[in-house]
C-alpha cells in the first residue's frame, strides 16, 4: 500500500503523523510525508526512513510571527491551498490512500488533490474543538468573534461555518477551479466529511458523539522515542531529586519577557530544581540559568518521553502531543494555555485531578507557586499515575489497520 500524510501546522501537526507512519512502515506500506520545510520534521522522519515532501514556508516562521489578523486570513489561505496542490499532487501520484491534517485550508487542499486524482481519502484531527457538536461551542477565528448574546452552541456552530466559508471558501474554490474541480459550498463539511477521525486519546479527550457525525476515535498517534537523553541533562538529573520541567513546545514563550525567571523563581520557591526547554522561542528568549547556583538546566529538543518520566512535574502550554505524552509518564502537570485549543487540554487536565490549570497565559512567580503546589502535593502524583495506565498506546497501530482495511476494500 503506498500512503500520503499531508499536513500544514507546527510540531503538534507534524508529529502524530511520525507516529504513523512509522506503523504503516512496518506493515511493508510505502509511506511520504507532506509537511513544512522545517528541519526539525526533516530529521524526525528520517530516523525512520520516510521522506519529507516539503510545502509552503517553514511552520517554524510563521509560528513565531505577529498573528494574521482577520484580513489577511484568505490571503494566506490561498498561499497556502496553492502550495498544497502544488505538493500533494505530485507526491500523490500513484497512491492508494492520502490522510489530511493540519491548519484547515491545508486539509482543503490536500483532499481536493484527493478528489481529482480518485484516491481515498481520511480527514483527521488531534483536537476535537473542529468537529462540530451540540455539547460545546466552536472556537472563533482572529478578528471574528461571535455574538456575546448567542449562547445556543447550535446556533454558533452555524455561524462557525458561515464564517470559515468568509474566510475560506473563495480561496478554495477559486484555486479548486484552476484543476477543474466543482466549487465547495461548505468548507468546514467538505473537510470533516462524513466520517473524520480523531486521533486523540479517550479517556484524556472523551469524544461525546452527535447523532449526525460519525467520528473514528483512535487514540493517539504516537512513536516510542529511543533517543537517549544528552549527557548533560543526564547528570544534571542524577545530581539532585526529581526536577521540574518548563516548555512551552512550538509556542513563543509567554509574553512576559522574563518569563523564564518567573518559572525558576515559582520552582524554587517549592525547593525543587528546574529543567527550561526553550522550543521554537530559541535559546536567546531563555534567560535561565539566571545565576550559578546550579539547579537550573536549559534544554533544546530533548525526548519527551524518557524525560518526563523522571521529572516532579511538568509545566507546559496544553498543546495535545505535550500533554498526551505528560499524562501519559504519570506526570503532574501545571498548563499555562497560550491560544486556540490549549485551553480545552488545560480544562482536561483540571477535570481528571492530574494537574491545575492556570488561567491566564502569562503566570506570576505567585500564580505558578500555587499551582506548583497542587501539582507537587502527593495526591496529585498518585493520581497521576493511576490514570497514566488507562491511557491508550495503540492509536498508531490501530489507525495503520484501519488504512490497510480501506485500501483493500
Known amino acids: 500500500m503506498r500512503v500520503l500524510l499531508s499536513t500544514y501546522g507546527s510540531r503538534g501537526d507534524v508529529e502524530p503523523l511520525v507516529g504513523l507512519a512509522a506503523r504503516l512502515r512496518e506493515s511493508g506500506s510505502q509511506v511520504r510525508v507532506c509537511a513544512p520545510p522545517d528541519e526539525d520534521f526533516a530529521q524526525r522522519l528520517a530516523h525512520i526512513d520516510v521522506p ?21 486570513l484568505p490571503e494566506r489561505a490561498a ?36 478528489e481529482k486524482l480518485g484516491i481515498r481519502s481520511v480527514s483527521v484531527t488531534f483536537q476535537q474543538l ?24 447550535r446556533v454558533l456552530w452555524g455561524l462557525d461555518a458561515e464564517s470559515i466559508n468568509a474566510l475560506f471558501g473563495a480561496a478554495l474554490n477559486t484555486n479548486r477551479a484552476s484543476i477543474g474541480l466543482p466549487p ?37 498517534w504516537i512513536l516510542p522515542d529511543r533517543r537517549p537523553l544528552p549527557a548533560g541533562l543526564e547528570a544534571f538529573l542524577a545530581a539532585g531529586a526529581p526536577p521540574v520541567y518548563v516548555g512551552f513546545g512550538s509556542m513563543p514563550m509567554p509574553t512576559s519577557q522574563d518569563a523564564a525567571q518567573v518559572a525558576v523563581e515559582a ?39 524518557a524525560l518526563f518520566g523522571r521529572v516532579a512535574a511538568v509545566v507546559h502550554h496544553g498543546g495535545a502531543g505535550t500533554t498526551t505524552t505528560a499524562t501519559r509518564a504519570g506526570a503532574p502537570q501545571v498548563v499555562v494555555p ?72
Do not use: K
Request: net charge negative; glycine share 8%; aromatic share 4%.
Open 52 to 72: 519529507l515532501v516539503p510545502v509552503g514556508p517553514s511552520a517554524r516562521a510563521l509560528t513565531t510571527a505577529a498573528p494574521p489578523s482577520s484580513s489577511s
Open 79 to 114: 498561499a497556502v491551498i496553492a502550495g498544497q496542490l502544488e505538493a500533494v499532487t505530485a507526491a500523490a501520484e500513484g497512491c492508494d490512500v492520502l490522510v489530511a491534517t493540519g491548519m484547515l485550508p491545508a486539509a482543503a487542499g490536500a483532499l481536493s488533490v484527493a
Open 130 to 153: 473542529t468537529l462540530p457538536s451540540p455539547g460545546r461551542p466552536p472556537l472563533a477565528y482572529p478578528g471574528r468573534p461571535f455574538p456575546p448574546e448567542v449562547t445556543d452552541n
Open 184 to 220: 465547495v459550498d461548505d468548507v468546514r463539511d467538505y473537510v470533516i466529511g462524513d466520517r473524520p477521525w480523531l486521533a486523540t486519546d479517550p479517556v484524556l479527550d472523551p469524544w461525546q458523539e452527535p447523532a449526525d457525525l460519525d467520528v473514528v476515535q483512535t487514540g493517539a
Open 267 to 305: 520552582v524554587r520557591a517549592q525547593g525543587r530544581r528546574v529543567v527550561v526547554a526553550h522550543g521554537w522561542a530559541g535559546p536567546g528568549r531563555v534567560r535561565a540559568p539566571i545565576d550559578d547556583r546550579g539547579d537550573c538546566f536549559v534544554v533544546g529538543e530533548v525526548n519527551q518521553q
Open 338 to 409: 497560550q491560544t486556540a485549543d490549549q485551553p480545552y487540554w488545560a480544562s482536561r487536565v483540571a477535570e481528571l485531578g492530574i494537574g491545575v490549570a492556570l488561567d491566564g497565559p502569562t503566570p506570576t512567580t505567585e500564580s505558578l507557586s500555587a499551582a506548583l503546589r497542587t501539582a507537587l502535593a502527593p495526591e496529585t502524583r498518585v493520581w497521576a499515575t493511576a490514570v497514566a495506565t488507562m491511557i491508550r498506546t495503540d492509536g498508531a497501530a490501530l489507525a495503520a489497520q484501519l488504512l490497510l482495511d480501506a485500501a483493500g476494500r
